[in-house]
C-alpha cells in the first residue's frame, strides 16, 4: 500500500505537470511553417516515385501514401 | 472514510483541477466576440455598429483560404448592401506574402492584419480558416471551421440570412 502511494504521490502531480507543459500542441495559427512546401515529403515528384517502387517491391502494397498539400493541417 | 482512502482521491480531484486550469477556453458560440481596440491590429475595422458581421481569421499559407475568397467576395455582394460587414482578418508572419496574396484576390470586402496572432490566440480558433457569424448585439451565432468549396458558401448563406432577418 505504501508503495502504491509513493507512485500515486509522484505520477498525479506528473499527470498535472504533462497537461500543463503540452509541448506538442502546434495551434491553427502557428502552421505557417508547417505549411512551407519544404514540409511536404512529395514535393519531389521522381523521388516520390521511386520510394513508391521500392514499397510496392517489398511490401507488395500501394497507394495510402498521404493527403495532398503539407502540413498546415488546413481543413 | 480514512486518511488512506481519502488521499488518492485527493490527488486525483488536485490533478483534474490543474488539468482544467490548462485547457485554453476559447470563444464560442453565444458569447461576445472580443473586437480588438483600435491600434490592436494593423488595418481600420469598418463600421460594425448594429450590423451582421463575419470575421473570417485567414492566411496566404492556407490553402482552403484561397478557395474562400472569391466565395466572400459574392456573399459580399450579396448582402453587404442589407447589412453584414465582411472582416478577414490575415494572421500572415510574412509581410511578403500577406501582400502578395492581397495584390492577387484584391477583396472586395475589410482585411485587417493579426500579425503577432494575439486575437487568434485569445479567440482560440478551431482551425483554417475558421470562420464567426456574429449577431448585431455583437454576440457570436454560428462558428465555422475551415472551407469546403460547394460546401459552406451555401451554409453560411443560410446562417446570414437568418441572423438578418432579426432586428
Redesign the interface.
Known sequence: MKTFRLILILAVPGMGGCATFNPVRVQPWQREALADDAMNPGRDPVGRQMAEHIHFSREAASGGGGVGGSGCGCN | MSS?TK??GF??A??LA??AL??RASIKEGDLFPFPAPGAISGALPDIGGKVVMVD?W?S?????RASFPAYARLQADFAPRGLVIVAVS????DAAYAAFLRKYSPSFATVRDRG?NL??LVG??????TYLIDRRGRIRFVHE???SGRTEPVLRGQIEKLLAEK
Open positions: 488512506r488521499l488518492p490527488l486525483v488536485a490533478a490543474a488539468f490548462t485547457v481569421f492566411a499559407w492556407c490553402g482552403p483560404c494572421i500572415d508572419d510574412t496572432q487568434a490566440a480558433i478551431p482551425g483554417m480558416p475558421a475551415g472551407f469546403h
